[in-house]
């Protein structure tokens, strides 16, 4: 076939996918890519530039808000950077926080034939490997595969199915000493998180463990959706002087609730990540979601063009933790941290 008969045919193909997903669940899609690279295409030795293949790549966020969108960003600019921004066709789909949506979303990118499938956060990834046992499926932003996938990965990591990616867990039992080293003298811890997100009950369960380590009293505060949270919140602070909250998405999208409730009242929060701590937490033991959606293209494309086997690729842990601080929040609470915290830029 003549290469310019080639590229009509994956331009075709690619236009055909992006208009199914806009039918199927009226998300945002987007299948051309905008990212910048210091890497031209022409300067790229990949398969990909050699036979002029165009990779469709499907990716299902569970939810708009900065952490995710970090982690779509840096796997999208991984794969651009590695294949050239010729050689890959990004679908972006928003299930806009519903899992079902998500479910909606795999299996049209199942049925659109994509050659992989990113998955950004937990219900996304179990989503998406309901829906396939075929097609590559690579997730980030994800507290435990285990848990999510109710598997357990072997000696090295591996989840033994066509399942890879990153987690975004910072370790819970530093978590846990930083409410200790911060507050020796708290009273009781208030776990504020989501029940309906399997990532948030495995942080609460973990961290409950670390905190009955350290003799810290600690009480759950869970809600099902964002229409209980102003409630819990109100509770959590009448009982508690210290809150933490975990890498959860409802909470990450509806920070200004939690900070309405807790900033007047002076209790202290501190979050498992850092786009929480911007909106309404004291500190954070943090990772960079932007890096782990970077590692997580590179994944990707050990899988699409040297031929890996995510079946038997390791699950990878973040690989840098900066303990941060909102200097806003410290203020208005009368707190000083020491140097070993990093102020956020706001």
């Not at 950077?81 to 050689?87: A, I, M, R, Y």
């Not at 990004?90 to 899992?99: E, I, L, P, Y």
């Not at 598997?151 to 846990?176: F, K, M, R, S, W």
């Not at 905190?211 to 602070?237: E, G, M, P, R, Y």
Request: charged residues 15%; proline residues 3%; glycine residues 6%.
């Amino acid at each position: 076939m003549k290469k310019g008969i080639r590229k009509m045919l994956s331009a075709i193909a690619c236009a055909a996918l992006a208009m199914g997903c806009l039918a199927g669940c009226g998300s945002n899609t987007n299948s051309s890519v905008t990212n910048t690279t210091t890497e031209s295409a022409a300067e790229n030795t990949s398969t990909a530039a050699a036979d002029d293949k165009v990779y469709q790549i499907g990716i299902c966020q569970l939810v708009q808000h900065d952490a995710l969108d970090r982690a779509t960003q840096g796997f999208e600019d991984a794969l651009v950077k590695l294949l050239g921004e010729n050689h890959v066709a990004f679908n972006v789909q928003n299930a806009q926080g519903d899992s079902q949506t998500c479910a909606t979303i795999a299996n049209q990118f199942v049925n659109g034939g994509v050659d992989l499938i990113m998955a950004n956060a937990t219900a996304a990834l179990q989503a998406c490997s309901n829906a396939t046992s075929t097609i590559p499926v690579v997730g980030t932003s994800v507290t435990s595969f285990a848990a999510a996938l109710d598997i357990e990965l072997d000696a090295n990591g591996c989840t033994g199915i066509n399942v890879t990616g990153t987690n975004d867990l910072a370790p819970l039992d530093q978590q846990a000493q930083i409410i200790a080293d911060l507050f020796p003298d708290v009273k009781q811890v208030g776990i504020l998180y989501c029940s309906a997100e399997v990532n948030s009950v495995y942080q609460a369960e973990h961290i409950a463990a670390y905190l009955d380590d350290l003799n810290i009293k600690h009480k759950d505060f869970s809600f099902s959706d964002s229409n209980d949270l102003q409630a819990v919140t109100n509770n959590c602070v009448s009982e508690c002087d210290v809150i933490y909250v975990p890498t959860d998405n409802v909470v990450s999208s509806n920070q200004s609730i939690i900070d309405a409730v807790a900033r007047p009242a002076g209790v202290p929060i501190i979050c498992g990540e850092e786009s929480q701590c911007t909106g309404c937490g004291l500190a954070s033991l943090s990772i960079d979601f932007y890096d782990i959606g970077y590692r997580a293209g590179e994944q990707a494309y050990d899988i699409l063009v040297n031929g890996k086997n995510p079946a038997e690729m390791p699950v990878e842990d973040p690989q840098s933790l900066t303990r941060i601080y909102n200097p806003q929040i410290a203020s208005d609470l009368g707190i000083t941290l020491g140097d070993d915290y990093q102020a956020i830029e706001q």
